[in-house]
């Protein structure tokens, strides 16, 4: 007699073997319902964050005029009108840092550093390298256009622009955006805390010896990596023995402890497959399997009696997870922060491909820009779950649509680099 199984439930009471856009819906439903609270960090630590309320602008950027270049702030009405050398009364110095509060008389030139306001009466800057210096004077060689050089006040953002918005990732560009208004700290929203947990018997961890009928725990490591490249902290577990008793006690523990329990293998319909049962009977299932390929029997469910984590289960298969976690988790996880979904790509196939199955694929391929900007993704054939060579060998996952269907070389198709 089998330990457990993991029987197919006639009537489910949740959603069952369902469209890979319905499964998405539900991502995106509990996330929503889920979202994670905010919290303050210093711009130190802000990197990777998703921020939970936009930032309005209190400064105007530039601040005041200044000059982007090293050299002499004048008035153009000044310069010959022929185009010839002009020569001004060198009048006072402007660098960077404390206004000198200086005016430029007609005639005249103030020096002035890249940064350094702009003078009253002055309305252009020469650069230093298109100037003579002649005692007291400066002879303008190469005459700039009117307002040259000049850096107007509010010319990037003025008081009242919302500069970030809700859900943007903070990107070292607008970490800089948000120092530049003075800001110390930002409202972030907290990320969530992850425990992995690989399943199955025939696991030995890297780094120990395999006997027969065992293979290595692969899926660890690149879950922990996947989830990290999210600037997660994900904290690993023991690999779970195929014992229901066993498999309850440590995901109640982390259903206490986690946001999410994240959990590879063990979840379709084998003798030894303890996930499904367990989350029937002491959770609350939200989705299990979506009609994609790979990653079929994916599970998704509240802990109810294990705890108010969620748990995502994903298939066993190596390339399963990987694509699950890319297209659903990350999913998850992003939702739980309220970040923006992502763009998918486009590229247009570089062979021909033909798709003989019913469920939306996530097949892995190469994917690159030719010298034209036209973007190609060549699929690998080796398309089997367990292929970790083609998913290693690859950079992209390629989107092809439920149903069979034939596919021209050239034929346009959404593509998801990892
Ligand atoms: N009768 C059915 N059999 C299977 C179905 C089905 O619907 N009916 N679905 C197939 C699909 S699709 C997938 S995907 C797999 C998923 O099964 P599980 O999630 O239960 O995963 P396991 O059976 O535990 O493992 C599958 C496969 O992956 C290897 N594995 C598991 N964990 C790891 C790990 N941490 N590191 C490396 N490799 C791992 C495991 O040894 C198996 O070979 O089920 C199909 N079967
Ligand atoms: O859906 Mo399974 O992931 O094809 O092998």
Excluded at 50 to 63: H, K, S
Excluded at 207 to 229: C, E, F, V
Aim: hydrophobic letters at 45%; proline letters at 8%.
């Amino acid at each position: 007699m089998p330990a457990s199984t993991a029987t197919e439930p006639q009537a489910p009471g949740f959603p069952f073997r369902i469209a890979f856009e319905e499964a998405v819906g539900i991502v995106d439903a509990v996330a929503a319902e889920r979202r994670l609270q905010p919290q303050t960090v210093s711009l130190s630590r802000a990197h990777g964050h998703i921020l939970a309320r936009d930032v309005v602008a209190t400064l105007a950027q530039p601040p005041f005029d200044n000059s982007a270049m090293d050299g002499f702030a004048f008035r153009h009405a000044d310069l010959a009108a022929d185009g010839s050398p002009t020569r001004l009364v060198l009048s006072g110095e402007q660098f960077a840092g404390p206004d000198a509060a200086l005016t430029v008389e007609a005639g005249h030139c103030v020096r002035i550093t890249t940064g350094a306001p702009l003078p009253a009466g002055a309305d252009t800057v020469v650069m230093k390298e298109n100037t003579t210096l002649d005692g007291d004077s400066v002879v303008v060689q190469v005459a700039p256009k009117p307002g040259q050089h000049v850096r107007r006040a509010g010319e990037d953002s003025n008081i009242g622009d919302v500069l970030l918005r809700a859900g943007d990732l903070l990107t070292p560009a607008r970490i800089g955006l948000a120092a530049s208004q003075g800001l110390a700290q930002l409202d972030v929203v907290r990320k969530p805390t992850v425990a992995v947990f690989a399943t199955g018997d025939e696991l030995v961890e890297p780094g120990t010896a395999l006997g027969p009928g065992q293979i290595y725990n692969s899926n660890r490591d690149q879950l922990m990596a996947l989830l990290r490249a999210e600037g997660l902290e994900p904290v690993a577990f023991p690999t779970l023995p195929d014992d229901a008793a066993q498999v309850t006690s440590a995901l109640r523990h982390a259903g206490e402890a986690f946001d999410l329990v994240l959990t590879c293998g063990g979840v379709s319909a084998g003798e030894k497959d303890l996930l499904p049962e367990l989350l029937q009977r002491r959770g609350r299932v939200r989705m299990w399997k979506v009609m994609m390929k790979p990653g079929m029997p994916l599970l998704l469910a509240e802990g109810d009696t294990l705890g108010p984590a969620l748990f995502l289960c994903l298939p066993g298969n190596p390339v399963s997870v990987l694509a699950t976690w890319l297209v659903l988790g990350r999913r998850l996880v992003d939702g739980l922060q309220g970040r923006q979904p992502r763009p998918l790509r486009r590229a247009r196939l570089a062979s021909d491909w033909g798709k003989k199955h019913e469920r939306l694929e996530f097949l892995r391929g190469r994917w690159w820009i030719d010298e034209t900007g036209i973007s190609w993704v060549e699929p690998n054939p080796a398309d089997g779950s367990h292929r970790m060579q083609a998913a290693a060998d690859s950079d992209a996952l390629i989107v092809l649509a439920a149903g069979p269907r034939d596919y021209a070389v050239g034929t346009p198709v959404d593509v998801l680099p990892y």
